[in-house]
C-alpha cells in the first residue's frame, strides 16, 4: 500500500487529476483500471492498463501512479520481495 496509507492516495489522486483535454472536450467519465508491479524500493513499473478510456486518460492515470506517494515494499515470511498491486 502507499505509504502514507489509502485514504491519503485517494486523497492525492483527487487533488493532482488533471483531466486531459481531449477526455473534456467529449465529456468523458468513468475510471482507468492499472495493474502494476512494486519494486524493492518502493517504485511502481511495470504498468499496464486493464481498463482503458482512451483521450488521454490512461497516460494521465498512469502519471499518477509514477508521481505519487512511494509504496510500502511487500514481504512475506520476513523477506521482501516485488508484488502485484
Known amino acids: 500500500e502507499p505509504m502514507a496509507g489509502m485514504e ?3 486523497d492525492y489522486l483527487r487533488t493532482a487529476l488533471r483531466k486531459p483535454d481531449a477526455a473534456q ?8 483500471g492499472l495493474r502494476f508491479a512494486i519494486n524493492k524500493d518502493g517504485r511502481p513499473y511495470q504498468i499496464v492498463t486493464t481498463k482503458s478510456l482512451g483521450y488521454g486518460c490512461n497516460e494521465e492515470a498512469i ?5 505519487g506517494d512511494f509504496w510500502t515494499q511487500g514481504q512475506e515470511n520476513f523477506v521482501e520481495l516485488e508484488v502485484e498491486f
Open 8 to 10: 491519503a492516495y485517494r
Open 63 to 67: 502519471r499518477l501512479v509514477l508521481e
Open 25 to 32: 472536450q467529449a465529456n468523458v467519465r468513468g475510471k482507468v
